[in-house]
């Protein structure tokens, strides 16, 4: 590998096309180079009906363009029934965590849901950019999940991030900052003037804005954490937020070189004005646009992309969408084909899209909703649980060792297989996969390819594919030689290859 769904409309399928070897490919569509590369890093996974769906809008750029603008209008009737499938959401922190010391259940398994409800999200979704850019953020503006303090505000928080992953980052950062949950997570909960914890206060400058640098010192640490008291969480007795204004320090205030009289109490509205101001710092455009090239064009992208992306997100007014835009306009991006890594839970999410998995609502522990979890596990990764504040890591080089590869070999012929999970799941049967018989090994593959990588095959994946079958790539196979573990080695094959594990 470089370093550096299913989904729920009905869709025309698109013409035919015959291959040099006689196959059709009724019903598969397949992107060209660019619509592909623009698919593979703002959605979850290239399926046939996706890029069918991108044709009939005029390409890739006016999907990307109708995702973007109001998310809230793309049908998503599949994911809007999610909620009832995971009970527990309904309830209020405060509620939670009654139940939790009630023994309904506990506060891990509240978090668990909140993981599962997130990969069936992701993966089924028709608002795929709304989805992964809820990521990227919840990854930026990170709270762990599970966490023993914070998880009774996790739900919302979440709900948080989503509802301003399009919008401006400053807004963003203003709710994030000063939410429940990331106040449980960095102790900002509990600080107050006379007792203030620091923890929130620098991260804030060293991960979520400004960066690590000379910029600031201690004294604009401690000054940070002094603005920010006030917000409070009854941690470990109720879970009620609110703003407390005697707890909150008074009196002027200097962080870097943001300045305020911070006379009043209710420190909300200069608190509120410390945290546009850092949303705005030219740091935090410099820094912010950095990780968005690095999620979505390369692991090290270059001085001129950042610098391109920096300054359409300050002229915006932190403008996200437009910020995005500037990115795709770049040549940068448009060079970066296949030069990302998927993740654990990208390569869990993308697979189950192209294998055409359809999830049942969960009934047992043995469910699909539950497994695809644990997959995503095995291969080193669930949603939110990384211990630290800073994130999972962006690049390459964290997702490609040995293990996670050997990993992820074994869970893609589980998934190919319909082996495990099999309760509350419907899987597509192999030979659904095939084109019509008979046909040499080489159109097979090839048609099996524009399935699941949205391309024609490769003359290596056909080599690949014929050692692991043990068949020559001109053969002519009729249904009998191709029974449903033949084909399925088949499937897994194409998915262990670095088209599938890179985006």
């Given at each position: 590998?470089?370093?550096?769904?299913?989904?729920?409309?009905?869709?025309?399928?698109?013409?035919?096309?015959?291959?040099?070897q006689?196959?059709?490919?009724?019903?598969?569509?397949?992107?060209?180079?660019?619509?592909?590369?623009?698919?593979?890093?703002?959605?979850y996974?290239?399926?046939?009906?996706?890029?069918?769906?991108?044709?009939s809008?005029?390409?890739?750029?006016?999907?990307?363009?109708?995702q973007?603008?109001?998310p809230a209008?793309?049908?998503?009737?599949?994911?809007?029934?999610l909620?009832a499938?995971?009970p527990?959401?309904?309830y209020?922190?405060?509620?939670?965590?009654k139940?939790?010391?009630?023994?309904?259940?506990?506060?891990?398994?509240?978090?668990?849901?909140?993981?599962?409800?997130?990969?069936l999200?992701?993966?089924?979704?028709?608002?795929?950019?709304?989805?992964?850019?809820?990521?990227?953020?919840?990854?930026?503006?990170?709270?762990?999940?599970?966490?023993?303090?914070?998880?009774p505000?996790?739900?919302e928080?979440?709900?948080?991030?989503?509802?301003?992953?399009?919008?401006?980052?400053?807004?963003?950062?203003?709710?994030a900052?000063?939410?429940?949950a990331?106040?449980?997570?960095?102790d900002?909960?509990r600080?107050?003037?006379?007792?203030?914890?620091?923890?929130?206060?620098?991260?804030?400058?060293?991960?979520?804005?400004?960066?690590?640098?000379?910029?600031?010192?201690?004294?604009?640490?401690?000054?940070?954490?002094?603005?920010?008291?006030?917000?409070r969480?009854?941690?470990?007795?109720?879970?009620?937020a609110?703003?407390?204004?005697?707890d909150?320090?008074?009196?002027?205030?200097?962080?870097?070189?943001?300045?305020?009289?911070?006379?009043?109490?209710d420190?909300?509205?200069?608190t509120?004005?410390?945290?546009?101001?850092?949303?705005?710092?030219?740091?935090?455009?410099?820094?912010?646009?950095?990780?968005?090239?690095?999620?979505?064009?390369?692991d090290d992208p270059?001085?001129?992309?950042?610098?391109?992306?920096?300054?359409?997100?300050?002229?915006?007014?932190?403008?996200?969408?437009?910020?995005?835009?500037?990115?795709?306009?770049?040549?940068?991006?448009?060079?970066?084909?296949?030069?990302?890594?998927?993740?654990p839970?990208?390569?869990a999410?993308a697979?189950?899209?192209?294998?055409?998995?359809k999830?049942?609502?969960p009934?047992?522990?043995?469910?699909f909703?539950?497994?695809?979890t644990?997959?995503?596990?095995?291969m080193?990764?669930?949603?939110?649980?990384w211990?630290?504040?800073?994130?999972?890591?962006?690049?390459?080089?964290?997702?490609?060792?040995?293990?996670?590869?050997?990993?992820?070999?074994h869970?893609?012929?589980?998934?190919?297989g319909g082996?495990?999970?099999?309760?509350?799941?419907?899987?597509?049967?192999?030979?659904?996969?095939l084109?019509?018989?008979?046909?040499?090994?080489?159109?097979?593959?090839?048609?099996v390819?524009?399935?699941?990588?949205?391309r024609?095959?490769?003359?290596?994946?056909k080599?690949?594919?014929?050692?692991r079958?043990?068949?020559?790539?001109?053969?002519?196979?009729?249904?009998?030689?191709?029974p449903?573990?033949?084909?399925i080695?088949?499937?897994?094959?194409?998915?262990?290859?670095?088209t599938?594990?890179s985006?």
């Amino acid at each position: 590998m470089n370093s550096s769904t299913r989904n729920s409309a009905t869709l025309t399928p698109t013409a035919s096309a015959p291959d040099t070897q006689g196959v059709t490919h009724r019903g598969v569509a397949t992107a060209n180079r660019t619509d592909r590369h623009l698919l593979n890093r703002f959605s979850y996974g290239v399926t046939p009906a996706l890029v069918a769906q991108t044709k009939s809008l005029g390409g890739s750029r006016a999907w990307f363009n109708q995702q973007v603008r109001d998310p809230a209008r793309i049908e998503d009737d599949f994911v809007a029934g999610l909620r009832a499938w995971f009970p527990r959401t309904r309830y209020s922190p405060e509620q939670l965590w009654k139940r939790h010391g009630d023994g309904v259940y506990a506060g891990h398994e509240v978090m668990w849901d909140l993981q599962r409800w997130t990969l069936l999200r992701r993966t089924y979704s028709r608002r795929q950019v709304l989805e992964v850019m809820t990521d990227f953020w919840s990854n930026f503006l990170h709270v762990s999940a599970p966490h023993d303090k914070a998880w009774p505000h996790r739900w919302e928080y979440d709900a948080v991030i989503r509802r301003h992953a399009l919008g401006r980052f400053d807004n963003l950062l203003v709710a994030a900052i000063t939410h429940p949950a990331m106040g449980c997570y960095l102790d900002n909960g509990r600080s107050t003037k006379d007792n203030p914890n620091e923890n929130l206060g620098r991260e804030l400058l060293e991960l979520h804005t400004v960066g690590i640098g000379e910029h600031y010192d201690e004294k604009d640490v401690l000054n940070s954490a002094l603005m920010l008291t006030g917000y409070r969480v009854d941690i470990r007795r109720t879970y009620a937020a609110s703003y407390a204004p005697g707890d909150h320090h008074t009196g002027p205030l200097r962080i870097m070189d943001f300045q305020h009289a911070n006379g009043s109490a209710d420190g909300r509205p200069a608190t509120q004005a410390y945290l546009r101001h850092l949303a705005r710092h030219p740091l935090t455009a410099v820094r912010l646009a950095r990780r968005l090239c690095q999620q979505f064009v390369r692991d090290d992208p270059s001085d001129a992309l950042v610098g391109h992306v920096a300054a359409a997100y300050r002229s915006s007014g932190t403008d996200i969408r437009t910020t995005l835009r500037a990115l795709l306009a770049h040549p940068e991006f448009g060079a970066s084909v296949d030069m990302k890594v998927r993740t654990p839970c990208e390569d869990a999410i993308a697979t189950y899209r192209v294998l055409g998995v359809k999830a049942l609502r969960p009934t047992t522990d043995q469910s699909f909703a539950n497994m695809i979890t644990f997959q995503a596990h095995s291969m080193g990764q669930r949603p939110f649980d990384w211990p630290r504040p800073d994130g999972f890591p962006l690049v390459g080089e964290s997702w490609s060792g040995v293990s996670r590869v050997l990993n992820s070999f074994h869970t893609h012929h589980l998934q190919a297989g319909g082996f495990f999970p099999k309760g509350q799941v419907q899987y597509r049967k192999p030979a659904s996969f095939l084109p019509r018989l008979p046909a040499k090994l080489g159109a097979v593959v090839d048609h099996v390819a524009r399935q699941l990588l949205g391309r024609p095959a490769s003359a290596n994946q056909k080599a690949a594919v014929s050692i692991r079958l043990g068949l020559a790539v001109t053969e002519p196979l009729t249904a009998e030689r191709l029974p449903d573990f033949k084909v399925i080695r088949m499937l897994d094959t194409l998915l262990n290859t670095p088209t599938h594990m890179s985006r």
